[in-house]
């Protein structure tokens, strides 16, 4: 088993023009022709942002003038949620760590926080869950309107919530990152 340092020289000494590294923080691209380095938490972010976005398009001709609930100020969440704002949502956040929610809206003057999940999606037909929280979603949460999209391992639906939202719900482990991870460290 070869170290980290041994992967990146070995790139280096076969000409890579771009290269991932992942340690138990951050998973990163590194495109060594133009020195950009990518993260896969905005690439994640923006991955996903794409994939409601392409989903509202269909629906209800996009994100614009649109509440989207996001669950968890994390890495992802947090870049998510300043993507969404520019597409023109109504970012409305919930995350466990309350002290973390009210931080982030006081320095986020757009953006609103809810109490409670399961309020929010009552009301809110698009949900962004970027939470490691397994089981935060159940069936009598889904409407027919409901959309999610979820990078996060495990997902947050319950098995009978899974079932019922069907092809609404968009949820991969790695792959979306990742790609746009590659895609963005090239152009």
């Not at 990146?8 to 076969?14: D, H, L, Q, S, Y």
């Not at 972010?45 to 269909?58: I, P, R, S, T």
């Not at 949900?127 to 069936?139: G, R, V």
């Not at 409901?146 to 939202?165: D, E, F, N, Y």
Request: proline fraction near 4%.
């Amino acid at each position: 088993s070869q170290s980290d340092v041994a992967g990146i020289g070995e790139a280096f000494e076969k000409r890579a023009d771009i290269f991932f590294a992942a340690d138990d923080e951050k998973f990163l691209a590194f495109n060594v022709k133009n020195s950009t380095v990518v993260d896969n938490a905005s690439a994640t972010a923006a991955g996903f942002v794409q994939a409601l976005a392409v989903a509202a398009e269909k629906i209800k001709g996009g994100l614009s003038d649109h509440k989207v609930l996001l669950l968890g100020l994390g890495q992802v969440g947090t870049h998510a949620v300043h993507l969404l704002l520019r597409l023109g949502a109504q970012v409305r956040v919930y995350d466990a760590n309350l002290e973390r929610m009210q931080t982030f809206v006081e320095l986020n003057e757009s953006v609103r926080m809810t109490p409670s999940i399961k309020e929010a999606m009552q009301q809110i037909d698009y949900i962004y869950d970027a939470t490691p929280a397994a089981e935060i979603i159940d069936d009598e949460m889904i409407r027919p309107s409901t959309v999610i999209v979820c990078p996060g391992v495990p997902h947050g639906l319950t098995a009978a919530a899974r079932s019922k939202i069907g092809p609404r719900f968009i949820h991969d482990n790695l792959p979306l990152g990742v790609a746009v991870m590659a895609l963005q460290s090239v152009f």
